[in-house]
């Protein structure tokens, strides 16, 4: 599970909110790639850290074949084990589709099956801090304790999450044939005018939590009784979208400068959620129909842009709505091109079921949390590519912001938040010696609500050179991390989400809430790419130990792993 630290990089909340955690896992839709071309592929990857007692490994596939010009079909599987450097860490994630894709002139057509299976064991954190600050002292100068000896809050305690889905895009153009001169002959030429676009999305998904210990008093509420304490949760989800539309492309004339495209949508979610007798359900069904538009430009060097924006009609759509924008700029400045992309959005939309309604063994609401959420963002970016720099820079203003609050219940903070957000990525080289800088700073105007770290580096000095008569390629070099103090979000296991730490006063008024940061991360590594073949070897966290503070918390009580190698490979075939 994870959260990113910029604000700026966070995914929107989705209807099932058990996934959010693993947005580095799974892959939503809108982000799939599909292969087309005239011969097959294949990439096998493996990798694996630690040792037998307490590694990880993680094994990737992905086959992709053509068979005619127009249609293609393949599968990808990711899976990942980890048997946990701390006591009951275990982790089994599986991550799999199948997909195929026609493309003709009129009819184009997209289909992916995905499924996802997500396990983990759930510790809680481990009771005291001091068993990474001062071991020493835990140990009363005595030993110092491995890992894996560490206790923990929770023990024989799981989370699962399962999650499938069906989805398919496929359009109908209409247009005509035209003669294209090339050097020596005339080709014909398919140019479409209107499409008839149809896209269908099916999901459907279960979130678990067993306990078979709930420590005593480790809960502050109980509402389902199961005759001894544990905890045995579960709630599931279905959804199924359907939307319309009809485009005119871009470019069937010289007038066409931009497509345009109209849309309507319409989606049923289902839920299911527990009740005070565990053996009984409460169903709950939403509807929800939007009508939307774009505007588009894509083609050109110069000048691209693109409008889209949607709002609800029926159901609990009414009163929502998106916008979203953005222009991309290219122009000539010192005999270099220099690109400038503006993005602006704004949103009123109303919080997910599960953050307004949800039933467990300790966590209970119902008909929370009813107001929308107003966000409005501004983003400029500026690239140039000969100096190799990258400089972003934006500003989001959010009304009615939903959070988990200190007591893990979801909430809405009524009044506006600001957050001011800049990144500049600058990389350098001098011969064989690159150095790849990242920064970003960032500012919550209510960090007691909306906490984030001020500052965040990353700083990647290595070699690049050609061996071996210039056929294996060489990355030789180091890499660190690292964040600026600041009161971070905590993790509760029992709803899977992160959320704000408890505020505890005591007689002399002082903040108990936990600081992470001000800790580096380094790594030293080594990458070789020979033909179709890279491998890559690491030594992760090699500071561990070196350094006075040994503070190496992402999250308050969850330790990053210690020192350990990692090695991996990844193999591409052709044929």
Do not use: C
């Not at 992760?540 to 969850?558: A, K």
Request: aromatic share 16%.
């Amino acid at each position: 599970a994870r959260y990113s630290r910029l604000f700026f990089e966070r995914p929107e909340v989705s209807e099932n909110i058990f996934l959010n955690p693993f947005s580095s896992f799974i892959v939503p839709t809108n982000r799939f790639k599909f292969t087309n071309s005239n011969m097959p592929y294949t990439n096998l990857s493996y990798y694996k850290g630690g040792g037998k007692v307490d590694g990880e490994e993680l094994f990737k596939a992905y086959f992709s074949v053509n068979a005619n010009k127009q249609l293609a079909v393949g599968f990808n599987i990711d899976y990942l084990y980890g048997r946990g450097f701390y006591r009951s860490q275990s982790t089994a994630h599986f991550n799999g589709s199948l997909f195929g894709s026609y493309v003709g002139d009129r009819y184009r057509a997209h289909f992916i099956y995905a499924a996802n299976n997500l396990k983990m064991a759930e510790n809680g954190g481990i009771i005291d801090d001091r068993y990474i600050t001062d071991p020493q002292a835990m140990a009363e100068g005595k030993k110092e304790y491995e890992a894996t000896n560490i206790p923990t809050q929770l023990t024989d305690t799981w989370n699962k999450n399962t999650d499938f889905s069906l989805f398919l895009t496929h359009r109908y153009n209409l247009g005509f044939y035209r003669d294209v001169a090339m050097d020596k002959d005339t080709i014909s030429e398919f140019v479409p005018v209107t499409g008839f676009i149809h896209t269908a999305k099916f999901e459907r998904g279960k979130h678990s939590f067993l306990s078979n210990a709930d420590p005593q008093d480790y809960y502050k509420e109980t509402y389902i009784d199961w005759g001894s304490a544990m905890s045995n949760d579960s709630a599931s989800y279905s959804s199924l979208k359907n939307t319309f539309g009809i485009a005119l492309l871009e470019g069937f004339n010289k007038y066409a400068k931009a497509g345009l495209t109209i849309f309507l949508s319409h989606k049923i979610n289902q839920y299911e959620l527990m009740t005070v007798e565990p053996e009984r359900r409460n169903s709950y069904t939403e509807q929800e129909f939007y009508a939307g538009g774009e505007l588009a430009k894509r083609q050109g060097r110069l000048l691209r842009y693109n409008a889209t924006g949607e709002i609800g009609v029926v159901g609990k759509a009414v009163g929502q709505f998106r916008l979203n924008g953005d222009i991309d700029l290219n122009f000539h400045l010192w005999h270099d091109t220099v690109t400038f992309i503006g993005r602006a959005s704004v949103t009123n939309t109303l919080p997910s079921f599960y953050i307004r309604n949800y039933h467990s063994t300790h966590f209970w609401w119902d008909d929370a949390n009813q107001e929308k959420e107003f966000r409005s963002r501004i983003e400029g970016e500026l690239n140039v590519e000969h100096w190799k720099t990258n400089l972003r820079a934006g500003v989001e203003n959010i009304k009615n912001y939903t959070y988990f609050n200190a007591e893990a219940i979801p909430t809405q903070h009524e009044e506006s938040i600001q957050v001011m957000s800049a990144v500049l990525n600058q990389n350098f080289r001098l011969g064989i010696f690159h150095l790849d800088n990242e920064v970003s700073w960032q500012k919550s105007s209510n960090t007691d609500v909306l906490p984030l770290p001020k500052l965040s580096l990353y700083h990647n000095f290595y070699i690049e050179t050609k061996l071996a008569k210039k056929v294996l390629s060489l990355q030789l070099g180091a890499d660190v991390r690292y964040f600026t103090k600041y009161k971070a979000l905590t993790y509760t296991p029992a709803i899977q989400q992160f959320h704000l730490q408890a505020r505890v006063e005591g007689e002399e008024e002082e903040d108990s809430r936990i600081e992470v940061g001000n800790y580096p991360i380094i790594n030293l590594y080594a990458n070789l790419h020979l033909k179709r073949t890279r491998i890559f070897v690491m030594m992760y966290h090699v500071n561990e130990g070196m350094i006075g503070d040994s503070n190496y918390f992402l999250v308050p009580h969850f330790p990053i792993n210690q020192r350990l190698f990692k090695l991996g490979f990844s193999w591409n075939f052709y044929d």
